[in-house]
């Protein structure tokens, strides 16, 4: 009851963070594709030594976390 007024008050606030939680998901999802490829695309963007085991799991957390940014904006789960 509570919230179908909150709805009813912001009618737009749910497709302004549905599309934030898309765009953000998808830049997590690109910086976590980054940290995969970097070292095979020679671009080193932080100039640090590479550390594969360290890039490859840093990369997938990002991966996972941007899919479930997009997920709840698509499904719009709050």
Do not use: A, C
């Not at 709805?7 to 998808?26: A, E, F, I, K, Y």
């Not at 999802?29 to 963007?45: P, Q, R, T």
């Amino acid at each position: 009851m509570i919230r179908d007024q909150q709805n009813r008050q912001r009618p737009g606030t749910h497709g302004l963070r549905s599309m934030m939680d898309m765009v953000m998901g998808t830049l997590i999802v690109l910086i976590g594709v980054y940290f995969l490829v970097y070292e095979k695309m020679e671009i080193n963007v932080f100039r640090k030594e590479p550390s594969p085991v360290l890039d490859v799991v840093v990369g997938l957390v990002f991966i996972l976390y941007g899919g479930w940014r997009i997920y709840r904006g698509y499904k719009k789960i709050y």
